[in-house]
């Protein structure tokens, strides 16, 4: 096992230890998310906190994760935080409307309306 954690996949260009970290991000996040189906939006944010600790740098469902938190941060009324997530969904998946929508979302809970607006359109 520790010898395939640091083998590297030359076919994906993947080392074994990013695999294991990123099995262990997704888990991480479908505990997350379980959190957020619950109503436990402090369990949520901290659970994906750790998803994006053990997540391999470029990561394919980073977005994911940070629009994901950003809904939990929404949901805790922690509306600074919300929007510093969405913003980095938005950089990571621009055309991605959802990371726009959490934008707006996060803007709208700090009662900034016009701007929430502008992330809509």
């Given at each position: 096992f520790r010898?395939?954690?640091h083998?590297t996949?030359?076919?994906?260009g ?7 970290r ?9 505990q ?6 619950a ?7 901290l659970?994906y ?6 997540m391999?740098t470029?990561?394919k469902?980073?977005?994911t994760?940070?629009?994901?938190r950003s809904?939990?941060?929404a949901?805790?009324?922690?509306f600074?935080n919300?929007?510093?997530?969405a ?7 621009a ?9 707006a979302?996060?803007?709208?809970g ?5 701007e929430a607006?502008e992330a809509?359109a």
């Amino acid at each position: 096992f520790r010898e395939a954690l640091h083998t590297t996949n030359m076919a994906e260009g993947v080392s074994g230890a990013d695999d294991f970290r990123s099995m262990k991000a997704n888990f991480l996040k479908k505990q997350a998310d379980s959190a957020v189906k619950a109503g436990n939006a402090k369990e949520a944010y901290l659970k994906y906190s750790e998803c994006l600790d053990v997540m391999p740098t470029g990561h394919k469902d980073a977005h994911t994760v940070y629009s994901n938190r950003s809904l939990a941060y929404a949901k805790a009324s922690k509306f600074d935080n919300a929007l510093v997530d969405a913003e980095k969904a938005c950089a990571l998946k621009a055309g991605w409307d959802k990371a726009w929508w959490r934008k707006a979302s996060a803007l709208g809970g700090l009662k900034q309306y016009n701007e929430a607006l502008e992330a809509y359109a």
